[in-house]
């Protein structure tokens, strides 16, 4: 079965670019989420994803958004991005107890803004 | 305050040596309590969950100690394979907070 997967792998992008990043989740898993994970730190919550709506939502500014599909699938938008962005983004899925289950990541994309 | 406390280490210790790593939370409302294992530029990937009671995979041993609020890896006969870094991961809420990671590299 395949796992989570996220593309692009790599990105470059200069300041104040847009980018999308988009997340496949394990089948059947409707819970999707998001991380950033800046390079010597653990991840840090930007959005969690359930049905559809948002259920949650980290201290990032608005110029992060994102959405869940009918068919899970999700996208994380970052818009006029700054240096600080450069970063490991993860996407997380679960069936939808993550409480007790804990989340399955992809491999990430990792953004660098120049 | 941080969500979670993690002593980033490094912990460099011979093949077969048992090693501790400890993790501390600030919400005592948290439910929940997990390990991941990170190898370097790849993803999380969960090594086990922790229970109130303890609980124990093969070489490996997680502890809570909800009184005091923290949480406790414990690894036996440590293996080269086991170089990583890990990350203690506690709910608040909706949210999962990760710490910063203890970084593990057993010498041969």
């Known amino acids: 079965d395949a796992g989570v997967t996220q593309s692009p792998t790599h990105l470059i992008k200069t300041r104040g670019q847009h980018v999308t990043l988009r997340c496949s989740p394990i089948?059947?898993?409707?819970?999707v989420s998001w991380y950033q994970q800046v390079l010597g730190q653990g991840p840090q919550f930007i959005f969690q994803y359930y049905e559809k709506e948002e259920r949650g939502r980290g201290n990032f500014p608005d110029r992060f958004s994102a959405r869940q599909f009918p068919n899970y699938s999700s996208e994380l938008n970052v818009n006029a991005l700054l240096l600080g962005d450069s970063a490991l983004y993860l996407c997380a899925s679960s069936l939808g107890g993550a409480l007790y289950y804990g989340y399955t990541f992809g491999s990430g994309t990792r953004l660098t803004v120049v | 305050r941080k969500e979670v406390e993690q002593d980033p280490g490094p912990f460099n210790v011979p093949e077969g040596a048992t090693v501790a790593f400890n993790c501390t939370y600030s919400?005592?409302?948290?439910?929940?309590f997990f390990w991941y294992r990170q190898d370097c530029r790849k993803e999380p990937k969960l090594l086990m969950s922790v229970y109130s009671s303890g609980n124990e995979d093969g070489r490996f041993t997680a502890q809570l100690n909800r009184a005091s609020q923290y949480i406790s890896l414990l690894i036996r006969d440590s293996k080269l394979s086991d170089s990583a870094t890990y990350l203690c991961?506690?709910?608040?809420?909706?949210?999962?907070?990760f710490g910063t990671g203890t970084s593990l590299t057993v010498i041969p």
């Open positions: 089948s059947g898993h409707k819970s």
């Open positions: 919400n005592s409302a948290s439910q929940s």
């Open positions: 991961v506690v709910n608040s809420g909706n949210q999962f907070y």
